[in-house]
Structures are given as structure tokens and as C-alpha cells.
């Protein structure tokens, strides 16, 4: 079996679309087997989880509801999407948005201002990815100068069956023709991940972050000083297993057997 | 009047929307005020004119025939469209093309197989730029490992009045999402300046690029070991004149005042 570095792990942040689930367009997805009882097993010994997800194509109340239905346990508050730190970040600063975002999501924002817009906020927009919305934000952010913000820098994920383009690649397309960074509020964005293990009241030494993305999970986790693994699910490739930039501390099957990690390497301290 | 360095010009390599026309969607456009003048003028005082454009929504001979109608005066070999250099690479390189271009330059494309497609040809699709085709486009890259080749980097121009996104931003994206660069058959691409000047039989040296797009034509140019200058017209604003990256060789309120400035410099070797 191999074997994890470092100090004991009190929590766990983690993935949800690819770890937990595997997405489908049309339905709630299916459970990644094992998954439902990983995550039963760590609760029962004493690993706090937070599933910090990227998913912006519906409200946290909705996305709950769908892992309820698929037979996962957790409390709604345990769930933190992008939306939700957006939001935050919105009302810190006194912005009044314009959203480029999933028709699902539109209720996280329902009670922010929208008239004269001084931000945009770019979120998985799937179909509304079309040239005249993305042209309308362009000239928000190029002419009028508001401020840019993203839901994640994910590149792409699979849904039934096919990798589709996340809402990463229409952030670096935007940011590079406006010649403004975004500022992204979801993986891999360091602030994000240390929400994660604060509202756990952890130190960045005792949680392990576990996702399919090499780089927006496990290298954003890195680069955001916490251990990061990699799962063999989702949209997982074996090229992954030597990606040129990021070297996970762990590489796993699926969440089941992480989990079985994590206990065993816990009790070698107790 | 401002000063160019270096020696006599003996081409001038021009781009067109934003220095000879300005653009519509609707129709022609309309000449730039002098333009006319200014081509013939360089012209007759022994300045050789090759037209280095990123225009990927019409054929070379259908943009030639709109120039001819707003009254300029050019053989259709002086113009140089990306997707004629990228034909060109397609062939050498037995390449069969998935074309996501405006449909208006589908022409320029005719003659070349499309089965079992190995490379992508991304240009300037406006409308067709959505959701789906960019999937069909990303995993095509990504997953049948298809040559990735865009008709250029431009990031935006102006038309009818309003900044658009042009093929740059959609090339970054696919980049950002496929971990691969874009084989770039247009502006900035220094082979696409060499092809221009070498076409005039001059060396680098002798010739001056003039463009409106700071990054594109003026620091394409200057990468590529020519002189770039930027004019005042086109999608030009007051924020190129002290941009961060590119210091242009000089900066002209438009083709006219170059021509001047050219016919003039060239004099003081005679």
C-alpha cells in the first residue's frame, strides 16, 4: 500500500464531481463505488471533511439535494462552491454584477444589485458560452473597466462520458484579451482551499486535499501548502501519473482507498 | 514632424482594417480618410506595399474585391491572409483539416480533405464560436491529438463602433485547456512578416510594418526584427501610447501621415 507523508490528517477537503460522483448532464450522476462508505469511514474516525468544489452550474442547496438523492450524508454547510465565495467577495467590496454564469446558479446571486455593473462574474456558463454574451463581458471588463471575476480556472471535466470545456479556458481567453487577471474565487485559488481547512479549524498541516484535477486540485492545493492527492477516477488520464508540473504526494485508486490510507496512517500516531 | 530611424523603407508591410478602412459588419466599411492617397503616393515614389492582414471571415479574393470598391487600387497577390498560410502548412504537412472558420472563407479551404480529421483550423468564427463547436474543437486537440492551428493571435478589433473578440482569446482558451500552443498562421507569427518581406524580394531591414494593433503588429513586427509602427486609427486608443510591453518605432495619426513621413526619411539617402 502507499504510503502518505506528513503529520497525522484531522480533515479532509474534497473534490465532489469525480471523487464522490461521476457527473452526467441530465441526471444526479452515480456514486464512484465506495465513495458513500469512505466517507461514513473517516466521519466514524475522526476526519472532518469539507467537499470544496468548483461547481457553479447550480445553487449549493440544489448540488446538496443531489448527493442526498445519490446516498451521501453530510450537512448543506459542508458543501462550499465558488458562488458562495464570490458572493462574499461581491459584498466585501461593493460590486453590483453581471453574470455570465449557469441559469441554475442565478439564485446564489438573486439578492445582489445587477443595475450598472462594476464586475462580472464568469461562472460554468455551458450553452451561454456564445459569442455575443462572451463579447458583451469582454467590453464590461476591456471599456467600462469592471472588475473580473471567475468561479475556478478548471480547464475541463467529463460529463457523460466526454470532457467539456470548464469555465477556465473562457477566463484565460477573456483575460487574455482584456490584459486583466480574474480574480477566482474557487479552486486553485489559495484563499479558497484555506476557507476549507479554517472553517475546520485546522492548520494547513492537518488536512490532505483530494481531487481529479492535477492541476486545479492537487497542484493548487500544493501551491496552497497542503497535501494533495490525486484519485484514479473522473476525469483522471494515466498521463497524469507524470504530468511535467505537478507530482501528487499520493496517488489512489478512489476515495475508498485513500480513506483506508488516512485511518492507517492516523493510527501510527496514537 | 515625429522621425523614423534606421534606413531607407523600401516596402511597407500594412495592415488593412483599422489603417486602410474602417470596419462593418454590414458592409465594406469605409476608407480611412487619406489612405487612398497615402498607397498610391508610397507607390509612385518607389515604396513597395504588401498587405499583411489577419482577416479570416472572407476569402483573399472577396477582400479584394471590397478594397477595390472602396476605391483602393492593389493587385489580389499583394494581400496576405492567414488562412492562405495556413493552406499552405496544411499541405506540406499532409494535414486534413476540422475547420471552425467564418463560413465566408470556407473557400480558401475547398480543395483539401476533411475526413478523419488530424489538425484543427480555428479562425475568426464569429456566430459559430459557441459552446458546442469549442467542445468539438477542445477534444478533438485534447483527446485525438489534432494539430491545433489558429489564423492568429489578434485580440479584439473594432466593428461598427464596438471592440469584438477576435480569434485570439478563443486560441488562448484552447491553449489554456489543451496544455498545447497553436501553430499561429497569421500575425504575430514571425514567419507570417518574414513571408511578407522576403514576397518583395527585400530584407528586414527595408521595410516597416504599420498596424493599429500594439501588440499584434507592432510588437509582432518588432519580435520579428522589423520596425513597427502604430497608427491612430482603427481600435487604436490613447492607452497604446504608453503601453507596457511595446514602445512602437513611432506612432502616426494615420497611413497618410506615415506615407509622408516615409516618402520624406527616404529622401535624406538620396
Redesign the interface.
Known amino acids: 500500500m502507499s504510503l502518505l507523508c506528513g503529520g497525522p490528517v484531522k480533515g479532509l477537503l474534497c473534490d465532489i464531481t469525480g471523487v464522490l460522483r461521476e457527473s452526467s448532464s441530465t441526471d444526479d450522476g452515480i456514486p464512484i463505488p465506495g465513495s458513500i462508505e469512505a466517507i461514513t469511514n473517516l466521519e466514524k474516525n475522526g476526519v472532518k471533511c469539507k467537499y470544496v468544489t468548483n461547481e457553479s452550474q447550480c445553487t449549493r442547496a440544489d448540488l446538496h439535494a443531489k448527493l442526498l438523492r445519490l446516498g451521501f450524508c453530510m450537512p448543506e454547510e459542508s458543501i462550499m462552491p465558488p458562488a458562495l465565495a464570490a458572493k462574499q467577495y461581491i459584498k466585501q467590496n461593493n460590486l453590483r454584477p453581471h453574470l455570465l454564469v449557469h441559469p441554475n446558479v442565478l439564485p446564489d446571486f438573486e439578492d445582489l444589485s445587477k443595475d450598472d455593473p462594476n464586475c462580472v462574474v464568469l461562472g460554468d456558463a455551458?450553452?451561454?458560452?456564445?459569442?455575443?454574451n462572451?463579447?458583451t463581458v469582454?467590453?464590461l471588463i476591456?471599456?467600462k473597466n469592471c472588475e473580473f471575476i471567475s468561479l475556478g480556472k478548471g480547464?475541463?471535466y467529463r460529463e457523460d462520458g466526454?470532457?467539456?470545456?470548464?469555465v477556465?479556458?473562457?477566463t484565460?481567453?477573456?483575460?487574455?484579451?482584456c490584459?486583466k487577471e480574474a480574480v477566482v474565487c474557487g479552486k486553485p485559488d489559495k484563499q479558497f482551499f484555506k476557507a476549507g481547512w479554517e472553517s475546520m479549524n485546522l492548520s494547513c498541516e492537518e488536512v490532505v486535499m483530494v481531487g481529479d484535477d492535477i492541476i486545479s486540485d492537487v497542484g493548487g492545493a500544493q501551491k496552497a501548502g497542503i497535501r494533495g492527492v490525486l484519485v484514479r477516477t473522473g476525469k483522471y488520464t494515466s498521463a497524469d501519473e507524470n504530468h511535467d508540473q505537478v507530482k501528487p504526494d499520493l496517488i489512489v485508486d478512489n476515495l475508498a482507498a485513500l480513506a483506508d490510507i488516512i485511518i492507517a496512517h492516523n493510527k501510527t500516531f496514537s
Not at 162 to 166: A, E, N
Not at 172 to 177: D, M, P, Q, R
Open positions: 455551458v450553452d451561454l458560452f456564445n459569442y455575443e462572451l463579447n469582454f467590453r476591456k471599456e480547464k475541463y466526454s470532457l467539456t470545456l470548464d477556465g479556458p473562457f484565460a481567453g477573456l483575460e487574455f484579451a490584459g
